[in-house]
């Protein structure tokens, strides 16, 4: 594995506690300011895909860099699909939970993407 990767890791670790530990304190400390009950489920979720995009972004720049553009819109596209299903199954599922599942797996979705978008930005330099 590449110092990058590595790097990456380390720091989607560490933001995904601070992420985790910020969001047992908003489901336990405000009660009234409604989190899905799967909220830990949603943030494992989420830390396993930009785990696994950025293993596939990083190998694409490591055998084509050229190609890393076309790798990025197209892993982002699926991990978009794959969250809109999400959603939707979910939703359709447990309607008595969907507002509160999407709101809160929209602001995970912005808080992960900050971070992926982030971190890419180190890489460009």
Do not use: C, H, W
């Amino acid at each position: 594995m590449n110092q990058l990767f590595i790097q990456f890791v380390k720091g989607l670790t560490v933001y995904t506690l601070i992420i985790t530990l910020l969001s047992i304190g908003i489901y336990y400390g405000l009660p009234e300011l409604k989190i899905t009950p799967v909220y830990l489920y949603l943030i494992a979720f989420m830390y396993a895909v930009n785990f696994l995009l950025f293993a596939k972004l990083s190998q694409a720049v490591q055998n084509k860099p050229n190609r890393f553009i076309n790798a990025f819109m197209l892993l982002n596209f699926g991990k978009l699909f794959l969250y809109v299903a999400i959603i939707a199954i979910y939703v359709f599922l447990y309607r008595s939970d969907a507002i509160p599942f999407t709101i809160t797996f929209v602001v995970y979705y912005i808080l992960f993407t900050a971070y992926e978008i982030t971190a890419l930005l180190k890489i460009k330099k």
